[in-house]
Nanobody
């Protein structure tokens, strides 16, 4: 069975930083693109970032460009999201997910192509 486990969330002041981690088991991790998504109360879940299977290419939603960095360590089956210059509007439950494809095309509009999801880790940014 595929297991997806996020960690690293917490409470941070605006302008601060956090690093989220996601470990994957039961899957050929290096064959698949990976994504980070988030959902705040009263809002739809949105795609935050995606990284291709080798880590060569990355994509970000406009609101986090320049502040968030996604990377992966395929040898450790681990995905990361480094978040800096955090804003209150970044407050959300953050989810890690595996994609059925190796690439990240249209990831923000194709949430249905991400098939294995973690339980989420809460990020709260205070003002």
């Amino acid at each position: 069975q595929v297991q997806v486990v996020e960690s690293g969330g917490g409470l941070v002041q605006a302008g601060g930083s956090l690093r989220l981690s996601c470990t994957i088991s039961g899957l050929r991790f290096g064959d698949y693109a990976m994504g980070w998504f988030r959902q705040a109360p009263g809002k739809e879940r949105e795609g935050v970032s995606c990284i291709t299977y080798t880590g060569t290419n990355t994509d970000y939603t406009d609101s986090v460009k320049g502040r968030f960095t996604i990377w992966r360590d395929n040898a450790k089956n681990t995905l990361y999201l480094e978040m800096s210059a955090l804003k209150p509007e970044d407050t959300a439950m953050y989810y890690c997910a595996t994609r059925q494809y190796s690439l990240c095309s249209s990831f923000e509009d194709e949430e249905r192509t991400f098939n294995h999801w973690g339980q989420g880790t809460q990020v709260t940014v205070s003002s």
